[in-house]
């Protein structure tokens, strides 16, 4: 199993951001992925997750991400809206306990 994660970056506070995770390995169809995060000198956190039961996402970011999957394009999807300088950090997305290399959100003005 692979991941691979990426669309980080540096945007200003209330901008948007859209994360994706190919994964290759297993087929997303039966499995859920998990969006992660880790801010320095924190612990890693969800985020989200997407599985056969439908999205989820944690209180701290519903409303303004979006959690969705293409099985196709064997790949999830992390859309991130009204980002906020507490988003930063770095964003890890984990299926079957297998991760990622997590990308960079930078959210500063």
């Known amino acids: 199993v692979q991941l691979q994660a990426s669309g980080g970056g540096l945007v200003q506070p209330g901008g948007s951001l859209r994360l994706s995770c190919l994964v290759s390995?297993?087929?997303?169809?039966?499995?859920?992925v998990g969006w992660f995060r880790q801010a320095p000198g924190k612990e890693r956190e969800a985020v989200s997750c997407?599985?056969?039961?439908?999205?989820f996402c944690t209180d701290s970011v519903k409303g303004r991400f979006t959690v969705s999957k293409d099985n196709a394009q064997s790949t999830v999807y992390l859309q991130m809206n009204s980002l906020k300088p507490e988003d930063t950090a770095v964003y890890y997305c984990?299926?079957?306990?297998?991760w990622g290399r997590g990308t960079q959100v930078t959210v500063s003005s």
């Open positions: 997407i599985s056969m039961d439908g999205p």
């Open positions: 390995g297993v087929a997303l169809d039966y499995y859920g």
């Open positions: 984990n299926v079957l306990d297998h």
